[in-house]
Structures are given as C-alpha cells and as structure tokens.
C-alpha cells in the first residue's frame, strides 16, 4: 500500500513539476556591448559577440582577431497571485560567464569559438507559506560554438556555427517521504547559420537561422527514500533573426531587428522513470501548449569622444506561454525591455558596462473548472547588469 500511495504521489508531483525546465528568465541578452543596444546585433555584428547573433559578421570586423569576456548578473522575480488575492514571489539570481573568440585564417576565412549560455537564467524558488507548497525547478544550458565564416565577396559573407549543448536539471518538490527530487543531464546538438550583406559604408543587413534540437536528459528520480532511473524529453525549436544597422553619422548608428521563435513546436514534455521491480514503471506527458513568439528591437550607439560610446535599446517581447497555459512552473509573459550602456576604449582593450530593466504584463489564467490555474494572476519582471572586458588583436 505504501508503496501504491508513493507512485501516486510521484504522479502528482511530476503534474505539478514538469514544466518546470521552462522556468526562469528567458536569456536573450548576450554579450554587454549589444544588450545595451536591446540585443539588436544581427545587422551589425561588428565584433566576437556577433559569434552568437551572426557568425557571417566575423568576415567585416576590422580587427583580425578579437578576445571577449562577459560576466552577467540577473535578478528574475516572478509573481503569483491567488484568486483569493494572496501573493507569492519567487526570486531567483543568476550569474553567468561568456567567452567568445576569432581570429582571422585568411583574408576569406575567419574561425570563431564561443562559450555561453543561451537558454535560462534563475529558476524557481516558490515559498509553501506563499503558495502552498515548496517547489524548485533550475536548467542550465551551456553551449560550446565552434564557427565559421566566409567571405564570398566585399560586399556578401556566410557563416555557420556547430552548437554542442550541455544541459542539466534540477527539480525538487515537497519534503521527507513524499518529496520529489530529480537531477538530470544531457548533451545535444544543433547548428546555426547566417548571412551578412554590407553594400556601403551605411548599410547594413543580418539574417541569422538557430537549428532546432531534440533533448533527451538522463539522471535520477527519488520519491521520499525511492530511488530510480529517469528520461525527460522535449524539443528546442528553431528560432529566425533579421536585423539591419545604419550608419546616421559619423559618431551614431541604429539598429533594429525582428526575432521569431517557433515555440509552437514545443507541445508536451515526456517524462519516464524506471522504478526497480517490483514497482510499475511510469510514464508521463505534460501538455505545455506553447506558441510562437517574437522580439521586436530597436538600438543605437552613440560616440561621445574617440574613447568612449553610449549605447541605449527598446524591445518588446511577446510572451510564449498562453494565458490557459500559465501555472507556477510555466511562467512567461509580455514584456517591455529597457536598456542601456557604456564603452570605454584604451589601446587594444574595451570595457563594457549595460544594464537592463524588464517589465511584465500580468496575464490571468481564464476562469474555467477544466485549468487548476484557474483566475490566478502571474507576471514575470527582471533587472539585470553586464560587463566586458574584449581585447583585439
């Protein structure tokens, strides 16, 4: 009997946990010198960071090889709010480190290597005193790029890059004998390529393609003292940049850039713990119900004098997660970026300092008897800093 009460227990948590490999701040910011300029790179990838946003902009950069290190800080809080009105917050930091690097091989052929994260940011934290229950859910994704880009002609290059994902997840619900507690690892792979066309000194266009990859984790599960071995399966979705950057003056440049992810392609997560005998195997399906999403941005940078610049940035983010959707694992929402930052050049160095404010429009679940959610409210705000150090060569 007690061993039938803990599978059911298991069933309930995992209802109640799935989702959370979703949870935390969506990490679109890479690298400071572009997050002040909302992350609207992709037309300009004028520098080692173009690495992630466009690989081809390695073909125009003027240095012939290029250093870059970037330490982040954010700061995500996520908000509940019962149909009761009570509230609870879960706040989560996250620091993270990116090293990208290039060097030019040939006036055509350039190599490019970057370390980074690129999918979450802080996870979930949620109080039982606020919401009920105790309930953690962390993922980590660090990707290693090896990268390539070609000059086809003065005007016209290519890139690609071959992106190995390392990914590891924690989840933890409840206490003592009916506890939760997974920890899981995968490594998956997909790719990305791109185009950059610079047909004057003014103009400029990027056109950036990230692969989609199938993750299939692997680890352990434990109910209470149970111990067994487990697999979670979902799909990354291939995602679409388009941005262009124009050369106002001497001293300013604006940027602008559309980003379309195709979340809808991310439906379920497939869970299945192998229990010893004799205790029945499970298998499990989240419907998660994503939809596609977007980024709409628009930037500029701003020389001061010859040693330093100034960046700023405005984005919108349409929110993947439908409101019937929403749940305390599963948690995002429109919304309006703010950001700005700050370049001190001296010799050879760089040093960049960006900061950003993200703000939330709180959804609510619709009232139907059907959405355990059902008339709660859920909102998703962060801040955040990050700073460079890029050396040229």
């Known amino acids: 009997m007690r061993q039938k009460t803990m599978i059911l227990s298991l069933v309930l948590c995992l209802c109640l946990a799935a989702e959370g490999y979703s949870g935390g701040w969506d990490n679109s910011l890479i690298g400071a010198r572009p997050a002040g300029m909302a992350a609207a790179f992709v037309g300009l990838a004028n520098d080692a960071n173009a690495i992630f946003y466009n690989p081809a902009g390695l073909s125009f950069t003027e240095a012939t090889g290029e250093l870059l290190i970037c330490g982040k800080k954010y700061f995500p809080i996520h908000t509940y709010i019962s149909p009761a009105g009570q509230k609870g ?62 000059k086809i002609s003065e005007f016209l290059s290519i890139g690609v890059n071959i992106n190995g994902y390392y990914i590891v997840t924690h ?33 400029s266009f990027g056109l950036t393609y990230h692969g989609p990859s199938d993750v299939k984790l692997k680890g352990n599960s434990h109910v209470g003292e149970l111990k067994a071995d487990s697999e979670t399966k979902f799909y990354l979705p291939f995602s679409l940049f388009f941005g262009i950057a124009y050369k106002f003056s001497q001293r300013l440049t604006i940027v602008g850039e559309y980003d379309f992810f195709r979340w809808s392609k991310l439906q379920s997560l497939k869970k299945y713990i192998n229990f010893p005998d004799p205790l029945p195997d499970v298998n499990y399906e989240e419907k998660l119900g994503f ?9 500029g940078e701003y020389d001061l004098c010859e040693k330093m610049a100034m960046q700023l940035g405005f984005s919108y983010d349409k929110g993947a997660v439908p409101n019937e959707s929403l749940s305390l694992t599963n948690i995002d929402v429109d919304k309006i970026n703010f950001t700005g930052g700050l370049t001190y050049r001296w010799g050879a160095y760089d040093l960049n300092v960006a ?10 679940v619709p009232i139907n008897e059907n959405l355990s959610m059902s008339g709660s409210n859920f909102n998703l705000e962060a801040r955040g800093i990050l700073i460079s150090v890029n050396r040229v060569f």
Do not use: H
């Open 89 to 150: 917050t879960s706040e989560n930091p996250a620091s993270m480190l990116e090293l990208f690097t290039y060097f030019r091989l040939n006036p055509k052929l350039s190599f490019g290597l970057g370390v980074y994260t690129p999918y979450a940011g802080g996870g979930i934290r949620w109080k039982k005193e606020e919401v009920g229950l105790d309930l953690e859910g962390d993922i980590g994704v660090v990707a290693f790029s090896p990268t390539f880009a070609y």
């Open 171 to 203: 989840q933890k619900y409840g206490q003592g004998q009916s506890s939760f507690n997974a920890e899981e690892t995968d490594f998956a792979v997909s790719y990305s390529g791109s185009i950059f066309l610079k047909p004057d000194r003014k103009w």
């Open 291 to 299: 939809t596609d999403s977007y980024y709409l941005k628009i930037g």
């Open 355 to 364: 900061g950003f404010i993200s703000n939330g429009k709180e959804q609510t």
